[in-house]
């Protein structure tokens, strides 16, 4: 038994490990951390990988300050727990953003319409042929250059129509 150490009270063994080095917290942010990183991709757990980012933050920084004080190697894992999660936490909240742009209808007219002058009914002007007959010259039905009655059409040109 010589190659276990010997403490002085008589107990032989290794003392017991410090359980206040933080590697503890620094797995369980990791984790978050890369759960996190999983779920931003689905739009249904996007929030859900919001809320695991920014435990796994908290998580990896309570690690690094523990791992400060204990002068202990978590500190690799630590760091890697807050950067993991610091990542995920931009991304989720980049995701959701942009799965609420894609879920929400846009409406085709943003532009709000001018309301429409208002007119108000004037009356038709006064004619002389009575009413239901058409006024001025523009409206009238009887072509230009022809008396008023309907005769058939000739053609115009120097041929004869034979039949």
Do not use: C
């Not at 759960?35 to 690094?64: D, E, M, R, S």
Request: charge should be positive; avoid cysteine; glycine fraction near 12%.
């Amino acid at each position: 038994m010589g190659s276990q150490p010997h403490d002085s009270r008589g107990y032989q063994g290794y003392p017991p490990p410090n359980r206040k080095d933080g590697r503890g917290l620094a797995a369980a942010g990791l984790i978050a951390g890369i759960a996190a990183l999983l779920l931003v991709w689905f739009p249904a757990l996007n929030l859900l990988a919001v809320a695991l980012a920014i435990i796994g933050l908290g998580l990896g920084i309570g690690a690094l300050v523990a791992a400060g004080r204990a002068r202990s190697s978590a500190k690799g894992l630590s760091v890697a727990a807050v950067i993991i999660s610091a990542a995920a936490l931009v991304l989720s909240i980049l995701a959701a953003v942009m799965w609420a742009s894609l879920f929400t209808p846009m409406e085709r007219n943003t532009v709000t319409p001018s309301p429409e002058p208002t007119r108000t009914a004037t009356a038709p002007p006064s004619s002389s042929a009575g009413p239901g007959s058409p006024s001025g010259p523009a409206s009238s039905s009887v072509p230009t250059g022809t008396s008023g009655t309907s005769a058939p059409a000739t053609p115009t040109s120097g041929a004869t129509a034979s039949r």
